[in-house]
């Protein structure tokens, strides 16, 4: 049997502004457990919420973003439940009148497709509180700081087919709300976290299959992981005669396990009712308009303009612009050294392969950009060679100082005097004898693959400082001669 996955996602997004959705409370990470959450945030007896218009504003932005429909009336609604982390026993959220309508995102695949992911709509809503079990041995914490910091709901319509495609739906998203600047999108501080929808069916069937909710993967890897087990488990089940049952569950990114956590309740488990504490939202074209015109560059915008402006390819260019705070450091390197191709080879090799194996955002980075920048000037103006500029790279990501400082006093700036390289390409030459017949009694490809082995050998002898170019010209001079 051949079986086809579909897939949604409910991402909650939480909106960069300094106070929470309803309240004045910090929205600032990492303070002391429940320090930042008043009255309000706890649905006190006598208080009332007081919609923050920043948030208001970030989620037209986002809409805005994605050539969504805004919705000039959007009404919050109570969703009520019970959760330890939720101290007021319900979510001010929307439900049948959301901000957000339809839209879409476009996303590029790794064969170069591209497809249009369809947003059903997005809506404001406040973030719960967390639980806390480190160091409490067998009990657990309530932090009701997170509790009322303003989110957005994004939901897209089941229009995925693989886990590769879901990534890239959420790049995409991660990519546009932080250009926007509505959002820092720091998965490691639950700034963006995904639930994932999944069911499978028989390929040309046109009805779903009944569906699970992965909850809370906030990183695209761990994604990526429990939707490959989750597709795994629903197949097995049905081809073994069984049935999917409808749930919500959590994926264990330590042990690679997912487990049932309840059963998926529907909408009328929650007893959705119109806020009485907040008034409709109405907003007209003049806000609507003013808020387009201070729009920020977007992802593919971006793009463009770097393919357009700093000759990449639509490869390096959709790598370097999906990220904001990327897309800047590449510029200023770029500036610093005026070589986009360089400072792009760069960034896409050796600064990102670094990022990855330290788990740093291109924030953290411990090379600057100026710093970077001055790098390849010292390769491009033959200070160093290419080679030995990765010595200089680890150097200074290990904190030891910028580029002329590193190369100072490490002793490695490049040999470039014509008299001391014809010195080792003498001594090379004169040291192999049967070599230098081989070459010159061969035919003119062999000798291009035999150039290699004095290379090597001068490259050796000057404990890799040679400058390359002045070597083979110097060498083939010699051996041609």
Sequence with gaps: MEWETVIGLEVHVQLATATKIFSGSSTAFGAEPNTQANAVDLAMPGTLPVLNEQALKHAILFGLGIGAEINKRSVFDRKNYFYPDSPKGYQTTQMDYPIVGAGAIEIQLQNGESKVIRIHHAHLEEDAGKSVHEGLQNNSGIDLNRAGTPLIEIVSEPDMRSSEEAVEFARKLHSIVTS??????????????????????????????????????????????????????????????????????LYNSDTKTAKAMRSKEEANDYRYFPCPDLLPVEIDDNYIDALRNAMPELPDARQARFVESYSLSNYDAGILSGDANMASYFEETASAC?????????????????????????????????????????????????????????????????????????????VSDTGALEAMVDEVIANNPEQVDNFRNADEGKRKKMTGFFVGQIMKASKGQANPGMVNKILMAKLNG
């Design 338 to 414: 005026d070589d986009a191709k360089l400072a792009a080879n760069w960034l896409i090799g050796d600064v990102s392969a670094k990022l990855n194996n330290d788990e740093l955002s291109i924030q953290q980075c411990p090379v600057s950009a100026a710093a970077l920048g001055q790098l390849i000037a010292r390769i491009k103006d033959n200070t160093i060679s290419g080679k030995i500029a990765k010595q200089v790279f680890e150097a200074m990501w290990a904190g030891e100082g910028d580029a002329d400082t590193v190369i100072e006093a490490k002793g490695l700036k490049q």
């Design 180 to 249: 926007l600047g509505i959002s820092d999108g720091d998965m490691s501080q639950g700034s963006m976290r995904f639930d994932v929808n999944v069911s499978v069916r028989l390929k040309g069937e046109e009805e779903f299959g009944t569906r699970t909710e992965t909850k809370n993967l906030n990183s695209f890897k761990f994604m990526e992981e429990a939707i490959a087990l989750e597709v795994e488990r629903q197949i097995d089940i049905l081809e073994d005669g069984g049935s999917i049952t409808q749930e919500t569950r």
